[in-house]
Each structure stands twice: as C-alpha cells, then as structure tokens.
C-alpha cells in the first residue's frame, strides 16, 4: 500500500502516504490545508465545543466506526485483535480496506490477491475472516474499496492479472499525456480513466463482486475521484468527450471545434469547459449509480458509502465527485465526509454543510485521528454529533492502535464518547424486496432482510 514501513504509514479513506505530505488518505486538499481558508485561531488545540452544547448521541443509534487500512488484514491474529478492541471499546462498525490498489484482500474474480498477502497461507481470506470474527462480535462489517486508485509505487505489480498490466490504456493521463505510477504532492498514483465505458464496467464487476459473493453489510467507495483537475486528458477521453458533446451542441458549434482540435487535441475542453466539468462528473456519477443499483437490486438492505471530500467545491470541480447530488438521487445511503482538518470550527462547518446537504440521508463524521490528540479527535466527534451527525468514523484503527499494539487513544474515545452502549441507525433502506421470475427474492435467503 506504500513505499514506507508500516510503522510510518497512514491510509485514508483513500491510500497511504506519508504524514509530511498528505494530510488524509483521500487527498491531500480535502482536509483543508491547501484549498480551504486557512484554519482560525489555534487550529492544532484540542478546541472543546461552546458550553452547553449536547454531545450524547442521537436515541435512533449512532454508527461507531473505524476505518481498518490492509496492513491489519495480513493475519487472522489481527483481524481478531483489531475487533476485539473495537468491541470493547464501544464501536459497532469496521470499515475494512479489502481493495487497496487494484488489488484483493478477499477471493476475487476479477483482480489479483494482495502482494501483501505473499507469506499468508492461500486458503487465508482475510475479508471473510473479518465478517466471520465482526458478526460473532456484533460489528457491521463494511467492505472499503478504493475505487479508480490502482498503484502507487514506481515499478509495475507484479501479477499479470492486475489491471495496470493487463489494460495499461485504461490508466488516466494528465494534460501532458503522462501515467504518474509514483505518488506525488500533486497525484497519489496510477488512476484508472473513467471516462472510458470499458473501466465503468470493470469497476461495476469488482465491486458487485463483493457485494453479492459475501455477507458484508455495506460497500464503501473511496478514491471515488479524479486525482485532480489536470485529468484526463488520454486519447479516449478526449474522443470520449467529443462524442458527449455530438449529442448536445448544434452542428456548427460542433464542427467549428472539430476544426480547432486538428491543432489541439484538447481543444474542446478549452471551448466548452462546462461541458467538460459535467461530463467529468458525469462519468464519476454514472460508476457510483451503476454499482448502486444493480447492489441494491440483489441485496436491498445493503449499505452503500462513500468518504469523500468535505469541501464540496473542490470535490465537485477538480475531482469530478459529485456527492451532494449522489446522495439527492439515492445512489448513496450516507456519505462520510473526511473532516481531517485539526481546526474544530473549521471541521464544523464542514460537517454542517454536509448535513445540510444529506437529503436526509446519513452523514457519517470522519475525524483525522491518526493525526491529532484524543481530546482534539473527541471534540470534533462531540461537535459532529451536535450538528446532526447520524455516526462517527475514525482514522484511522491503526494509526490510532500503534497497529494493534495500545489501546489508550480508544480508551479515551469510549470514555468520553462511547459511554452508554448504542447500536447502529436503522439505516438501511427497508426497501421491497425485488422478485424474480420464480417469486423468490435475488442473492440468496436473506436478501433484502436484516441479518
């Protein structure tokens, strides 16, 4: 997952990078730092909410959750630690990240097993170990999938099966026309292109793949995104996009910038920058849509998530993440904004927008804890709640455990937090179930029914 030891690395909902670099796992702009007005006061203080406020969660439950990164689902002796302190210390949800770079923590079909999984034993599944070990627990457990982030080290994977072998043309390419393998401050990896219907259809595959062959009880999307405005630009997306604009622009528009992209390749995004920032979005929208429906088609009850970016402006225009409206349309069942900033005004009004922004839907706060104190991840987490936050998600198991080896920052959140027990929102969709022509309810027994 990285070019650095375990010991220094983080992930985020989005990837591992190094701690001086990158401020969360889904990118370095979304917590603030770089795209959003610098933070007030003394933004690194622990901040406690204005007196008075009311931090005791919600009667209806509250999602109690850790992001897990793969570095824990390298052995069945972690993933039992890992929700053994989870459980003691109060949390009811583990989102665990069983698809890394284009690769599988679990039995797929269609991409290869980990290479971090080299010197386990074959017949080791760590995601079944997870929903085997959390169900037993009482945990939900929650398949994170890292979404178009496909490899983020200098040389090339070594299975022939990954899709960065097998389909080099499907990877994103910026402006230059340049594939970035290697994180940089400006792109964390090799992404794949999905403005080519052909990475649409294999996303859409990995994914269901999970959802219908295992009892998970919730997908998770992350690095759900462009890596940033200067992509893509590849021959197909820019023939991509001009067939967009076929179907929309009048025949002389159109041919007058047929006529500029005999000079310049990305002449039509010069000429239509509008149309080239719906169709970017678009694309984005239409993976997340596709994956949605058909997952909700078999398993109705099926929880459907996505960390994405707080900042909804930059989310939007410079990484085609279109959320406020994926949650307006249905496509997502809640959305876990990566409020990472350590300037608490700051992450409340981040969560306030998304909030405001659910269609009631539920917000699930993700606090940067692998970055700050206890009491600063604490008072972000009691600001959320106060907001209208429906759960909490930490960032991360790992960073905050030392890997496994403390559990004092937990102590401090189940102290302070997690006082009285809870169980998680009834946030699935109470959907009806969807017959089949035999009468019977798709994807087994319990389709559509709460485990």
Not at 294 to 322: C, M, T, W
Request: glycine share 8%; net charge positive; aromatic share 12%.
């Amino acid at each position: 997952m990285s070019l650095l030891p375990s010991s220094l690395r983080i992930s985020c909902a989005f990837g591992l990078f190094t701690l001086a670099t990158f401020a969360s796992p889904a990118a370095f702009a979304q917590d603030g730092t770089l795209n959003l007005p610098p933070a007030p006061l003394d933004a690194t203080s622990p901040q406690t909410p204005p007196a008075g406020i009311t931090v005791a969660p919600s009667e209806k439950g509250e999602v109690r959750a850790l992001w897990v990164v793969r570095d824990t689902l390298t052995s069945p002796a972690k993933i039992k630690k890992a929700v053994t302190l989870a459980k003691r210390h109060g949390f009811n949800t583990l989102f665990v990240q069983v698809r890394g770079r284009g690769d599988a923590f679990y039995d797929s079909r269609f991409e290869p097993r980990s290479e971090e999984l080299a010197d386990a034993p074959r017949d080791f599944d760590p995601l079944q170990t997870v929903i085997d070990e959390g169900h037993k627990a009482g945990l939900e457990v929650h398949a994170w999938m890292n979404t178009f982030l496909a490899w983020s080290k200098s040389r090339k994977p070594y299975s022939g099966r990954h899709v960065v072998r097998q389909h080099p043309e499907w990877l994103a390419r910026d402006g230059r026309g340049r594939v970035q393998f290697a994180p940089t401050n400006e792109c964390e990896g090799a992404f794949l292109d999905p403005t080519q219907p052909e990475v649409r259809e294999f996303v859409k595959n990995v994914f269901l793949d999970v959802a219908t062959r295992y009892d998970v009880d919730g997908i998770h999307f992350d690095y759900v995104r462009y890596a940033g405005d200067n992509y893509p630009y590849s021959p197909a997306s820019l023939r991509n996009f001009r067939s967009y604009l076929g179907e929309r622009l009048a025949a002389n528009s159109l041919a007058y910038a047929d006529e500029r992209a005999s000079f310049n390749k990305r002449a039509y995004t010069f000429l239509f920058p509008s149309e080239w920032r719906a169709f970017r979005q678009w694309c984005i929208s239409e993976t997340v849509r596709q994956v949605s429906e058909e997952a909700h088609r078999v398993k109705p009850n099926l929880i459907v998530s996505a960390a994405v970016f707080p900042n909804y402006r930059v989310a939007s225009r410079d990484k085609g993440q279109a959320w406020h409206e994926w949650l307006r349309d249905g496509y997502l069942d809640a959305a876990c904004p990566m409020a990472y900033n350590r300037s608490t005004p700051l992450v409340a009004q981040q969560i306030k927008d998304a909030v405001d922004n659910s269609y009631g839907k539920l917000i699930i706060a993700g606090v940067g804890a692998w970055q700050m104190s206890a009491s600063s991840a604490i008072a972000k987490a009691q600001v959320s709640r106060k907001l209208g936050a429906g759960g909490l998600n930490f960032f991360s198991y790992d960073g905050v455990t030392k890997n496994g080896r403390t559990e004092a920052y937990l102590s401090r959140v189940r102290t302070s937090l997690f006082a009285s027990r809870s169980g998680g929102p009834n946030w699935r969709r109470g959907a009806k179930k969807v017959q089949t022509a035999d009468g019977q309810a798709p994807g087994g027994a319990d389709a559509g029914g709460e485990r």
